[in-house]
């Protein structure tokens, strides 16, 4: 199973940015059974949670991305999504996917987001 992340970019603040990650290999059951989730990392701070997608479809988002970012996949495509709307400058950071099922936790290779004042 590999994850591929992609849709980062630089953007002006106010702007939006729709990250993609699809698990290649990755059967459906494997798929829709996990937990789906988006991470992110700013220079010089540690990795944190940002959304997640549980298998029951229950979302959760970090306190600072409420209201503006978005969690959702296609199961069919083996896709999570990750819908940044309202972009801040404190938004800057590397984004990780991550999916997670039982023992098994695979991550993505991280795609960079860049945002401007």
């Known amino acids: 199973v590999q994850l591929q992340a992609s849709g980062g970019g630089s953007v002006q603040a106010g702007g939006s940015l729709k990250l993609s990650c699809k698990a290649s290999?990755?059967?459906?059951?494997?798929?829709?059974?996990?937990?789906r989730a988006w991470y992110r990392q700013a220079p010089g701070k540690q990795r944190e949670s940002v959304a997640e997608l549980t298998s029951g479809g229950s979302t959760n988002y970090h306190d600072s991305v409420k209201g503006r970012f978005t969690i959702s996949r296609d199961n069919a495509k083996r896709t999570v999504y990750l819908q940044m709307n309202s972009l801040e400058p404190d938004d800057t950071a590397v984004y990780y996917c991550?999916?997670?099922?039982?023992?098994?936790?695979?991550w993505g290779q991280g795609t960079l987001v860049t945002v401007s004042s």
């Open positions: 290999g990755m059967i459906l059951s494997t798929f829709t059974g996990s937990r």
């Open positions: 991550n999916v997670k099922f039982g023992s098994w936790d695979y």
